[in-house]
Each structure stands twice: as structure tokens, then as C-alpha cells.
């Protein structure tokens, strides 16, 4: 009877029974795969400063980033669409990017007619950029939608003159060399902290008069913001390229036979006679404070 009732266990679980009953060992799963590093990357000093690896494309001083950005107009640093698109000198592909924009608060318009810009992912993928507080339009075409492709999952719109970010991270399509599409474009889009777009497949470049279908193009283009003759502001522009986590197989996973911690009921013991020992001791953090500043206390 306890033969079958083992039967009915996976074998893993009963290798983890057979290393846990009478032994002090225990198992530790290991994928095989030998990591490097993570690069250091220091954050801004705030969530919206561009860290360390960011290229910036916008500070608040000057659009030398851009082509046509001698055109727009720069007032108290922020940049307002004047003229012409503005694109990117550099190409990108897989990105995290950061923008930050404002409606215009003088209300013209209504629909697609008010607030309208956005941002060209390669030049080719729109994400709306328009004044969706209050003001109803196709919802494909609202804040935040991959124009004419879907609407976002939320309307996060903050009024008119205030400010609202975009956190974009954007991979590539990618094709084969006979053109065809390999891997589609993926946007994950986070709007004033409210997901909007989550890993939404592309279904081609964005076109207001035809139906989105790919066409091969390079591994990185530039990024465009889009004149729709509306006094939209931006500010605190940056991107950073995404680069994937390297790693190289090693073996194959592997379960690892590890000594079972009996250290701890020690650890607790020791724990309880420091708190006796120290009478100022009366918080957690209190008891984690580095040595050093233990020894200022007496
Ligand atoms: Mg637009």
C-alpha cells in the first residue's frame, strides 16, 4: 500500500522526502547557467532623472539630439512642437524610454484636434500622444493607444498644464532575410504609473489611411515626436538601449545537495540573550544597526 501511494508522488518529491528523513541534507535546484554580471547602473536622482547608461535626448536646454529640433520652440526648458516633426539623430531598437509631456491649457478643439503629438517608435510605431482628459475620441486613437492598432487599457490623463510621463519599453520586430516578419514589435507602455499597454503585439507601422502591415526594415531607427500643430510641452526626454542578461550554459540543471541550516535555533538563542544584554535595544532596526554605531551608544 505505501509502495503505491509512492507511485502517485513525482519523482522529485520523493527524492526531496528521501534527502529530508533522516539526513541533514537538503536539495537546491540550479539551472546550469553561468550569469554575468549585471552592468552598475546609478539611478537618477530622482525616478524621472535620467541614470547613469541613459542617452538624453532632451534636458531642458537644447534639441541638439534632434533633426528639425532647431525649429521648435524652448521656453523655460521645456520643448514645444513648432514646424516640423522632430527626429532622432541616433537609431535605437530594443528601449526603455522616457518622456514627459503636457497637454496645452488653452482647450482648442476637441477629439484628435486637441493635444496632439506622438511618439514615432522607429519612426514607424505611434504611440498616441493626445489631450484625453475629458475629451472623447476613438479610443484607439486616445492617450496612450498604438494609433489605430488598440486602445490602451486605461485613460490615466492628467489635466491640461500638468504633467504626464511615459515609461516605454519597446522591442523590435525583427525579420527574416526574405522580409519576413521573425518576431514582431512589442510596446509595454506605463502612463503616470497606470500600465497601458501591456507587451501589446504590433500589428505593423502605424498608417492613418491603410491597414498596418509589416515591411522589413533595419535593426534600429530613430525616434520621432510628431508635429500636429498643437502647443504640447515635453520635457526630461532619455532613453536607454535594452540589452539582454548574458549567460552561457554550463551544464545541464543540476540539483545541488546542500547541508541543512541547524544554525538557526542557535542564531535565535544568541538573538535573545543580545536583546537581554542591551536595554536600548527595544525596536528591530534599532537591534540592526551596524556595529559601529552600537559602540556610539555606549
Ligand atoms: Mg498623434
Not at 33 to 43: A, C, F, G, R, S
Not at 96 to 107: D, K, R, Y
Not at 209 to 233: M, R
Amino acid at each position: 500500500m505505501m509502495f503505491i501511494r509512492l507511485l502517485r508522488l513525482s519523482l522529485p518529491t520523493i527524492t526531496a522526502l528521501a534527502v529530508g528523513v533522516g539526513s541533514l541534507a537538503a536539495q537546491e535546484w540550479k539551472s546550469g547557467i553561468e550569469w554575468q554580471e549585471p552592468p552598475l547602473v546609478t539611478p537618477g536622482a530622482t525616478d524621472d532623472a535620467p541614470p547613469s547608461d541613459a542617452v538624453v535626448l532632451f534636458d531642458g536646454t537644447n534639441m541638439d539630439a534632434w533633426s528639425g529640433g532647431d525649429k521648435w520652440l524652448i521656453e523655460d526648458g521645456v520643448a514645444i512642437p513648432r514646424e516640423t516633426a522632430i527626429t532622432t539623430k541616433q537609431n535605437f531598437g530594443d528601449m526603455q524610454l522616457h518622456l514627459e509631456w503636457s497637454a496645452p491649457t488653452e482647450i482648442r478643439g476637441d477629439g484628435q484636434g486637441r493635444g496632439n503629438s506622438g511618439c514615432y517608435l522607429m519612426g514607424f510605431y505611434e504611440v498616441q500622444i493626445l489631450d484625453s482628459f475629458e475629451n472623447p475620441t476613438y479610443f484607439d486613437g486616445q492617450a496612450g493607444s498604438i494609433y489605430k492598432q488598440t486602445a490602451p487599457l486605461a485613460n490615466a490623463m492628467r489635466k491640461p498644464g500638468e504633467w504626464n510621463y511615459y515609461d516605454i519599453i519597446f522591442n523590435a520586430p525583427q525579420f527574416k532575410s526574405n522580409g519576413d516578419v521573425l518576431k514582431p514589435g512589442y510596446v509595454t507602455l506605463i502612463q503616470n504609473g497606470v500600465l497601458m499597454l501591456n507587451h501589446f503585439e504590433m500589428e505593423g507601422p502605424t498608417s492613418f489611411v491603410e491597414a498596418p502591415h509589416y515591411q522589413p526594415h533595419a535593426e534600429t531607427g530613430p525616434i520621432s515626436l510628431q508635429f500636429h500643430n498643437d502647443p504640447v510641452k515635453f520635457r526630461n526626454i532619455w532613453v536607454r538601449e535594452i540589452k539582454p542578461a548574458v549567460g552561457r550554459r554550463v551544464s545541464a540543471p543540476f540539483n545541488l545537495q546542500v547541508k541543512k541550516e541547524t544554525e538557526e535555533p542557535k542564531k535565535e538563542e544568541q538573538k535573545k540573550s543580545e536583546t537581554k544584554d542591551d536595554k536600548k535595544a527595544e525596536t528591530p532596526a534599532e537591534d540592526a544597526k551596524p556595529a559601529e554605531e552600537k559602540k556610539d551608544d555606549k
